[in-house]
């Protein structure tokens, strides 16, 4: 597995992957109708590429497939964190992970910060992230849990 920076060339392959992912692995915590509302959220090719350039964002790949990435903000905020389907459990949402801290102590960021979905919690729990607060987010009129989760660096 190699890890490097995103460029805009990953765009189309990475908001392919989140879809993908959301789908089929996070549909074992969320209903189909909380699934879509969180697909159809007003999201767009052109300000998913945006956000990520403006990130420090990162990809996964094994020779030339894009099996992971995210991203984290200049506060400390990890936005995104993806796994394709077929590639979980082999270690690549930690690599990413521990690369995404590594930037935020790199740059005097003493804490990270994410809304995790009930799929990640467990995951974040293991990594030494804390719950602030369960929160209900309303997307197309559709309520979906998540959790405000904390890391002191």
Sequence with gaps: MQIRRYQIADCAETLTLFTNTVRR??????????????L??????????QSLLQHYALVAT????????GD????????????????????IATALVNELELYARNHDI???TTHASITAKPFLKQRGYTVVK???????GI???NYVMQKIL
């Excluded at 984290?72 to 270690?91: E, S």
Aim: charge should be neutral; aromatic fraction near 10%; proline fraction near 2%.
């Design 110 to 112: 003493l804490r990270v």
């Design 40 to 49: 159809h959220g007003g999201m767009d090719a052109a300000n998913w590429g």
């Design 143 to 145: 309520t979906l849990q």
């Design 25 to 38: 692995v996070n549909a074992a915590d969320y209903t189909p109708a909380q699934i879509n509302a969180w």
């Design 62 to 69: 094994i020779g030339d497939s894009l099996v992971g990435f």
């Design 134 to 140: 369960a929160q209900q987010v309303v997307r197309k």
């Design 72 to 91: 984290i903000d200049d506060t400390g905020y990890l936005d995104r964190l993806f796994v394709h389907h077929l590639f979980g459990r082999r270690g």
